[in-house]
Every structure is written in structure tokens, then in C-alpha cells.
């Protein structure tokens, strides 16, 4: 007897079984560990994958190629698509949405309205909230906190203890170097350049009158610090 099962994803009713290990319902195209929990209202479609002890619960779903593995979990009305992976102890929930090629990974939280898509990354403690957006092949990681309606996009990093509550202020330098300037839990100011924090005092060491490129940078910085006291007065 052929048991089919309709996911709601415009392909009509499509071979599927109740997983042994919570009872939700998985397309037969998806591959789910007897580790693995899908709890009873939590879908598993596609050629999806969900593997190790991830668990898949709640009203969740797991779609497309997306994969699911180690510890990781996918629960409330969230949704992991594409060709997206949600890795390790990482915790996607609320009503999340994770796709593309996008990754979240380790210890990372991703949760409320938040969309994460496209190449972007969000590992380690990393949290992302509220309504937040992050996109491109934008990282966020360590202890870095995006939430508000804020939006890290294109090649940005936002790491450290970066507390990101609105759409970061960026400017890119000539060269394609990109300056982003973003509150901090100390409840100073940082700026990421590359792979590295600076105060303003540090920065204008680091870009001082023997770097090459001093000019273009000093006014950067003058730029970066005057219109993120605009954005805060806003």
C-alpha cells in the first residue's frame, strides 16, 4: 500500500512515511536517522537530510536539500530550505527562516522573524533576532548579537560582543576594504575593518600618515563616526 503525504509545497500528495522516532511526516525522497527526532507536527520534505540527533519539532519544517545534523534544532514555525545547513548544537526557531546556501553552525541561535539566506553564515554564540536580516555573504560570529530590524549584508562580519540593533554603517574603500562601524556590549563603539576591531583611537594608529592609504581612509573614518551619531539621533 503506497502512502502519500500532501506538504503543503505545490507538489501535491508525495510518497511518505511517519518517522519512527516522533511520528512527523517525511517525504520518501528525504533521508532521516532512526537517531534523528521529527516530532508529529514537524515535516520533512524534499531531498532533505536530517542526520545525528537533530531534531525537527514543533510545526517546523525541513525542505529542499537542506541538511540537519549533529545536535542541532529546528523547532516552532521555523523553516530550513535549499540548500541550507543548520550544523552542530545550532538552534534555528520561532519563525526563522534559514535558506539558500546559507549556514548556521555551532553554537548559533536564529530565531523571531530573522531571515538568513543567500551565503550568509551565522556560527559560534552568535545570535540573531528580532527582524533581522543576514544575506550576501555576510558572517556573523563569536559572541556578536544582529537583532532589531537590522540588516548585515554583501561581505560584512559582524563578530566579537558586536551588538547590531539596526542596518550596520558601512562604507567601502577604494580597494574594496569594507569599514563597518557597530555598537559593542561594553557600550562603546567598534569598527570592523577585515578581520579586526579598532576603537577610533586604534584605527587612526593602525591607518596613520605612513599608510598608504591614510587619506581616503581618515576620511572614511570621519564619516563612519559622523553618520553613526546620525543613525543613533534618529
Same mark, same amino acid.
Given at each position: ?6 506538504? +503543503?509545497? $505545490?507538489?501535491?500528495? =508525495? ?8 511520528? &512527523? ?8 536517522? !532512526? ?8 515535516? =520533512?520534505?524534499?531531498?532533505?537530510? %536530517? ?10 519544517? =525541513?525542505? &529542499?536539500?537542506? %541538511? %540537519? ?7 516552532? +514555525?521555523?523553516?530550513?530550505? +535549499?540548500?541550507?545547513? !543548520? ?12 535558506? $539558500?546556501?546559507?549556514?548556521?553552525? &555551532?553554537?548559533?541561535?536564529?530565531? *523571531?522573524?530573522?531571515?538568513?539566506? *543567500?551565503?550568509?553564515?551565522? @556560527? ?15 558572517? =556573523?560570529? &563569536? @559572541?556578536?548579537? !544582529?537583532?532589531?530590524?537590522?540588516? %548585515? ?10 551588538? !547590531? ?33 579598532? @576603537? ?7 591607518? +596613520? ?7 581616503? @581612509? ?17
Amino acid at each position: 500500500m503506497n502512502i502519500t503525504y500532501d506538504f +503543503n509545497d $505545490g507538489n501535491g500528495p =508525495v510518497p511518505a512515511h511517519q518517522h519512527p522516532n516522533g511520528g &512527523g511526516w517525511v517525504a520518501d525522497t528525504s533521508t532521516v536517522a !532512526v537517531s534523528a527526532f521529527v516530532g508529529p507536527d514537524a515535516r =520533512v520534505a524534499g531531498k532533505a537530510r %536530517v542526520s545525528g540527533k537533530a531534531q525537527v519539532y514543533g510545526n517546523a519544517k =525541513v525542505s &529542499g536539500n537542506a %541538511v %540537519v545534523s549533529g545536535k542541532a534544532r529546528v523547532a516552532g +514555525n521555523a523553516r530550513v530550505s +535549499n540548500d541550507a545547513r !543548520v550544523l552542530g548544537k545550532a538552534l534555528v526557531y520561532g519563525n526563522a527562516l534559514v535558506a $539558500g546556501k546559507a549556514g548556521v553552525y &555551532g553554537n548559533a541561535q536564529v530565531f *523571531d522573524n530573522t531571515q538568513v539566506f *543567500d551565503y550568509a553564515v551565522v @556560527t559560534g554564540n552568535a545570535q540573531v533576532y528580532g527582524n533581522a536580516r543576514v544575506c550576501g555573504n555576510a558572517e =556573523v560570529y &563569536g @559572541t556578536a548579537e !544582529v537583532s532589531g530590524n537590522a540588516e %548585515v549584508y554583501g561581505n560584512a562580519e559582524v563578530y566579537g560582543n558586536a551588538e !547590531v540593533t539596526k542596518t550596520p554603517v558601512r562604507i567601502s574603500r577604494s580597494d574594496g576594504y569594507d569599514f563597518i562601524i557597530v555598537p559593542c556590549s561594553d557600550g562603546k563603539e567598534c569598527i570592523i575593518a577585515g578581520c579586526r576591531y579598532f @576603537t577610533y583611537e586604534e584605527a587612526d594608529e593602525h591607518w +596613520n600618515k605612513e599608510h598608504p592609504m591614510y587619506a581616503e @581612509t581618515s576620511i572614511i573614518l570621519e564619516a563612519l563616526k559622523n553618520l553613526y551619531e546620525l543613525q543613533k539621533s534618529l
